[in-house]
């Protein structure tokens, strides 16, 4: 008799002598026969990585240890004093798939990984240093990213276990219509129930930008949007000056000199804390609100 296909999941997910890869896929065949899009969209997410990285569980996101490259001395410390600024810059969202993260993890052993900032973030730390300014980068201990596989497997070890508590089993590889039928019915194996474990699957600061509520031409419009978002009277008047100044882009993301150059500003003012988006979020975030409003 064929052993029942949610207690081969939990097998797997007991044991860390199993291929994570291995056991997600396991648990995509699950996931898919019981008809749990939102638990087969997480189980995919992990097995091929996050598109929208500010969209990521809680244990994806990770801090490192700020450092820069000396050409003379190698890594030496980067001291930001303000705190937030500090946990902000430190602060690594891990996009790829669990098997880069096992590779990763593998390659280093016991030791340290290197994550580099983004071209923005990496410009903007760089004028924070004022006079020869160094690379900035991130240390990671292997033993982090570790912890992060252990959590995604400790996750579907605790969703097996919901679904056998539920009575949902399985006949080998197979369900039953009463199965299937419980496992979209049931309100304790519902996605919602895992956030506290699973983190915001659908979460994450650039989701806002869908719900935006700006109007082509409406100057009024965008201006109250980006005030939502932490944005001063003051700069809102810098912005409302540079779109009049420059002409109509002709397509998304090609503004003028003038808005290019408020855009960079306010990156910047992110970078030190002044406006509490993050450095990755902010750039991404106005280019579509000025999209908007241009009709873009």
């Not at 690594?92 to 993890?105: F, K, P, T, W």
């Not at 980068?137 to 508590?165: D, K, P, Y």
């Not at 089993?169 to 039928?181: H, T, W």
């Not at 003038?258 to 992110?270: E, F, N, P, T």
Request: charged residues 20%.
């Amino acid at each position: 008799m064929r052993q029942p296909i949610v207690i081969q999941l939990q097998d797997l997910a007991s044991s860390s002598d199993h291929d994570i890869a291995d056991l997600l896929r396991k648990a995509l065949v699950v996931a898919t026969k019981l008809s749990l899009p939102e638990f087969r969209q997480w189980i995919l997410s992990e097995l091929n990585g996050y598109e929208d990285r500010n969209g990521l569980p809680e244990y994806r996101i990770i801090h490192g240890d700020l450092r820069a490259q000396n050409p003379y001395h190698g890594l030496v410390p980067f001291i930001i004093q303000e705190s937030e600024i500090r946990d902000l810059v430190t602060k690594i969202h891990l996009h790829e798939s669990v098997s880069s993260i096992q590779q990763l993890v593998h390659s280093k052993g016991k030791g340290e990984i290197c994550f580099y900032f983004g071209p923005e973030q990496e410009a903007a730390l760089m004028r924070m240093q004022g006079y020869a300014p160094l690379r900035p980068l991130r240390l990671v201990g292997a033993n982090q990213l570790l912890a992060v596989l252990q959590a995604v497997r400790t996750r579907i070890l605790e969703w097996a276990l919901s679904l056998e508590t539920e009575g949902i089993v399985g006949d080998g590889l197979s369900f039953s219509d009463g199965e299937r039928q419980k496992a979209m019915t049931s309100k304790s194996i519902r996605i919602e129930n895992f956030q506290g474990i699973l983190g915001d699957v659908h979460g994450g600061e650039i989701s806002q930008t869908n719900s935006m509520t700006v109007l082509s031409g409406n100057y009024e419009s965008l201006a109250a949007f980006l005030k939502q978002q932490g944005i001063s009277s003051e700069h809102l008047s810098e912005l409302a000056s540079a779109i009049d100044a420059d002409p109509k882009p002709k397509a998304a993301n090609s503004f003028g000199p003038k808005v290019s150059a408020w855009i960079g500003r306010m990156v910047s003012l992110a970078a030190s804390g002044g406006w509490e988006v993050s450095i990755a979020t902010a750039g991404t975030l106005l280019a579509a609100a000025i999209s908007k409003y241009y009709g873009l």
